[in-house]
C-alpha cells in the first residue's frame, strides 16, 4: 500500500500495476476526462476502486467525482446524513453519525456490527447495485431553497446554510457497490465520506471501525 502524492501518476502505464485504488473526493481540483478514462479502463480490466465522498457533494467542493462515479452506475447526493437525535435546522457538520446492529453480507461487513462516521452523504446507485449500508434511523439533511446559491460556475454555495432534515427514509445508501454490469471484470465501492475517525484516531468501546478500514483495504486488495 503506499500514498499518491502525483495525481499525474493516475494514468494507464502506472495503474498497470495496481490491483486496487481508494480515491477520496478532490477538493477545488476537477479530473481530466483522460484520468477518468484511464481509471474506468482499469477498473473494467480488473481493478479495485473505492470512492470516498463527502457532506454536500461535488458542486459544494468545487470537483467532478460523479463523472468518473456515474461510469459505474453511482451518484454521490448534495446532502448530509444527520444523526436520528438531530433537532436542529443548521447543517450536522461532525456530527457522529451511528449505524448500530448491522447485518450486511457484504465482505468490507465482516465482523462489523457498530460504525461511527462523520460527515456523510448519501448515494444514488442504479439498479443491480449491492446496498451495503443504508441510514437506517439516522436523517437526511438538506440544503431549503432560500439558503442555496450558485456561483457563476455552477458551484454550490450554502447560503443561510438553512436545513430540513427527514427521516423515515432508512433504505437511503451510503455505502453501495457499483452493478457488477458497469465494472467488467473490476469491482468499485463508493462510500458517502472519507472521515472514518475524524481527528482522534480511537473510537469509543463497542463501535468497528478499525475492522472495518482493514476490510476495506483488503477488498481493495482483492484479486
Known amino acids: 500500500m503506499k500514498e499518491i502524492r502525483d495525481r499525474r501518476q493516475l494514468n494507464a502505464t502506472e495503474m498497470k500495476a495496481w490491483q486496487g485504488l481508494v480515491l477520496g473526493i478532490p477538493s477545488h481540483v476537477r479530473m481530466?476526462?483522460?484520468?477518468?478514462?484511464?481509471?474506468?479502463?482499469?477498473?473494467?480490466?480488473?481493478?479495485?476502486?473505492?470512492?470516498?465522498?463527502?457532506?454536500?457533494?461535488?458542486?459544494?467542493?468545487?470537483t467532478n467525482l460523479n463523472a468518473l462515479a456515474d461510469a459505474f452506475g453511482l451518484r454521490f447526493n448534495s446532502d448530509?446524513?444527520?444523526?436520528?437525535?438531530?433537532?436542529?435546522?443548521?447543517?450536522?457538520?461532525?456530527?457522529?453519525?451511528?449505524?448500530?446492529?448491522i447485518q450486511s453480507a457484504h465482505p468490507v461487513m465482516a465482523g462489523v456490527q457498530n460504525l461511527r462516521l462523520w460527515n456523510l452523504c448519501t448515494l444514488t446507485p442504479e439498479p443491480g447495485a449491492d446496498l451495503?449500508?443504508?441510514?437506517?434511523?439516522?436523517?437526511?439533511?438538506?440544503?431549503?431553497?432560500?439558503?442555496?446559491n450558485y456561483t457563476s460556475k455552477g458551484w454550490l454555495r450554502g447560503g443561510k446554510q438553512v436545513f430540513s432534515t427527514n427521516y423515515g427514509v432508512g433504505w437511503v445508501p451510503v455505502i453501495a457497490e457499483a452493478p457488477h454490469g458497469l465494472t467488467g471484470q473490476g469491482r468499485v465501492l463508493a462510500i458517502g465520506t472519507w472521515v472514518l475517525f475524524q481527528q482522534n484516531p480511537t473510537q469509543p468501546p463497542g463501535f468497528d471501525t478499525a475492522r472495518f478500514l482493514a476490510n476495506l483495504l483488503a477488498w481493495c486488495a482483492a484479486q
Open 32 to 62: 481530466e476526462d483522460a484520468t477518468r478514462y484511464d481509471i474506468v479502463q482499469w477498473v473494467r480490466s480488473g481493478g479495485r476502486l473505492v470512492l470516498l465522498g463527502f457532506e454536500l457533494g461535488e458542486r459544494h467542493h468545487e
Open 132 to 148: 451495503v449500508l443504508a441510514l437506517g434511523e439516522n436523517g437526511i439533511a438538506s440544503l431549503q431553497r432560500q439558503g442555496v
Open 80 to 101: 448530509i446524513v444527520a444523526p436520528r437525535s438531530w433537532t436542529g435546522t443548521g447543517k450536522p457538520y461532525d456530527e457522529p453519525i451511528e449505524f448500530t446492529g
